[in-house]
């Protein structure tokens, strides 16, 4: 795909340069260097600095890479720690992922169904709004958007890598998603804002299959220093460019990995399910537990009690023989012995009385269960009925389900602001190298509103923002509709100007016009009475108020 041609004229307030903008434009532009003094040193471009630098990143992103695996195991529902006892765990014949309830991933779920992007836009200019969509097409950016916040909320970090290609058709600027695990972007020990360099690797396919080869890139802002090992990591060779030269060029002076974080850590973020391990492992021991026990005694055993004489020396009761004293239970399978745990089993033993073991009640299992669920929504301001209520059978509405979200929401938000940014610096970037200079916070990103815009209740809170003057086309915002759909809708220019409060249809309003007919609300006169309405007394709820339909029905029930 080649890059299209966003010429346009200068009215339109934007940088245009072929066949892309100075490198001095865009250093000042995207510019990473700190604001004061810090105490790091770039190494110089030399094979022996490089390695001692790429050893030190080498080395961070694999002990970070264990808290990134461990946060992927819980949101898929395993727990490394249910029975401490492996004689135990034999006996019932579990494995860790026999019951795995990701309950864990419902926080992050929730949360990622919910950060859904609707417009992304640069306000007055057309033309850059193009250029913006088409990147954003061309990078199949709407197919994979869900699957990245899923994964930066999972992880609690993961990247985007911006990089310009020269393909059959020209240049092609890639935005390519980047995972934590084989990436990690270092910053400056002395502004833990300002990215210094980034590390690539991964392993691969070499000569022997067993053994693949490991690759790792240093993405520096001058330049791009790739390596190889053919030993697992233990030595690091070049790895030249198809020139043979090496390190490789890079001419824009930034660091071409955005970070995307999520939770309240930084500069490297948390994974939002981080509070629910605890809480997961509860669940997996109790769901193991309680299946162990349904297999086991969820059932009734019987049992029969013979006289010693009887049982002696019968090899149908090995178990009582009182020549054989070591023939009980003996090995982990439970086979030795001729009492045998399940449905439907019958014990023999001495004594001359029948009966049955009473079935193991589960009570206490749930209610284990509902206080572990529901710790694990207050640690992660989940609402509870996310994770009991998946029909939606019992959902609170209107003011009783936003309070109930609250919590979520503020949550949500917070992660917008952080989320926001993050596609703005790359976004920015992708648009530098398309040839259009245009700041971060140039760029709108638009998310789709936390609110529903069914529901009844906002639609009458839709219309007090209305009466009190609030411009129709945010009314419209507010109630969840994006701004790609209003403007669809072909408002009026007066739909996002404001109007004339109409407070005298509210009970307030109502109030102060029993003061009398010269009161007004913030210097608003109430309307004129219909002709030959009597004259409002005081005390009394204005003509045509709710109040005073209320009376009138009162009156009229009574009499």
């Known amino acids: 795909m080649s890059m299209p041609d966003y010429n346009t004229s200068a009215s339109l307030g934007m940088t245009l340069n072929e066949p892309g903008p100075p490198l001095a434009d865009v250093r000042a532009q995207r510019g990473q260097a700190p604001a004061g003094q ?23 992103l694999f002990q970070a890479r264990t808290g990134y695996e461990r946060a992927a195991e819980y949101y898929n529902g395993l727990s490394p720690e249910v029975f401490s006892d492996p004689r135990l765990r034999r006996l019932l014949g579990l494995q860790e992922d026999v019951y795995n309830l990701n309950y864990a991933a419902i926080p992050v779920n929730c949360m990622a169904q919910r950060l859904s992007i609707t417009a992304i836009t640069v306000p007055g200019n057309a033309v850059a709004t193009k250029a913006l969509q088409d990147l954003w097409t061309a990078n199949k950016m709407a197919q994979e958007a869900n699957a990245f916040i899923t994964d930066v909320l999972k992880y609690g ?18 935005m390519i998603p980047q995972n934590p695990m084989t990436t990690r972007v270092m910053y400056d020990p002395e502004d833990s804002r300002t990215p210094i360099y980034a590390l690539k690797s991964w392993d691969e396919p070499g000569d022997n299959p067993r053994h693949p ?5 240093l993405y520096f802002p001058t330049f791009v220093a790739k390596f190889i090992s053919t030993n697992n990591g233990k030595h690091w060779d070049q790895l030249p460019e198809a020139d043979g030269s090496w ?31 605890g809480t997961q492992d509860a669940l997996v021991k109790i769901a193991q537990t309680a299946m162990g ?27 009582l023989d009182t020549d054989a004293p070591d023939s009980f239970l003996t090995d982990t399978d439970g086979r030795t012995s001729g009492l045998r745990q399940g449905p439907g089993e019958l014990w023999t033993m001495r004594a001359q009385s029948v009966g049955q073991f009473t079935a193991a009640p589960l009570e206490g299992y749930i209610a284990m269960w509902n206080q572990a669920v529901g ?3 207050a640690v992660t301001a989940t609402p509870l009925r996310f994770f009991t209520d998946y029909g939606g059978e019992q959902h609170p509405s209107g003011d009783a389900l936003r309070s109930a ?12 602001l952080t989320l926001t940014a993050a596609y703005q610096d790359k976004l920015s970037f992708a648009l530098s190298l398309s040839g259009i200079t245009i700041p971060p916070d140039g760029i709108s990103i638009q998310w789709r509103s936390l609110d529903l815009a069914d529901d009844k209740d906002a639609m009458n809170n839709a219309e007090v923002k209305l009466r009190c003057g609030v411009p129709i086309y945010q009314v419209y915002l507010d109630l969840g509709y994006s701004p790609a759909e209003v403007d669809a809708w072909d408002l009026p220019p007066e739909a996002k100007h404001a109007t004339p409060p109409q407070l005298w249809a509210s009970s307030a309003a109502a109030v102060v016009l029993a003061g009398g007919e010269n009161t007004t609300v913030a210097g608003i006169k109430p309307p004129p009475a219909p002709p030959g309405a009597p004259p409002v007394k005081p005390g009394m709820p204005a003509p045509g108020s709710p109040e005073a339909a209320d009376m009138m029905k009162e009156g009229g029930n009574s009499g």
């Open 375 to 377: 710790a694990m929504s």
């Open 213 to 217: 080869d490991k690759r790792a890139d």
């Open 247 to 277: 390190p490789m060029d890079n001419p824009f002076g930034v660091v071409p990995f955005f970070h995307f974080r999520a939770g309240a850590a930084f500069p490297y973020g948390q994974p939002e399910h981080a509070a629910a391990y």
């Open 293 to 319: 026990v349904l297999e086991y005694v969820g059932y009734p055993a019987r049992y029969a009690l013979l006289a010693e004489s009887d049982a002696s020396g019968s090899a149908e009761f090995s178990d």
């Open 405 to 416: 979200d609250r919590p979520l929401h503020e949550k949500i938000k917070t992660r917008m």
């Open 157 to 174: 970090d993961s990247y985007y890598q911006v990089w310009p290609v020269d393909g059959p058709n020209g240049r092609v600027v890639k």
């Open 38 to 60: 810090s105490v790091y040193k770039a190494p110089s471009i030399d094979y022996q600095d490089l390695l001692k630098v790429l050893k030190k990143a080498t080395r961070e």
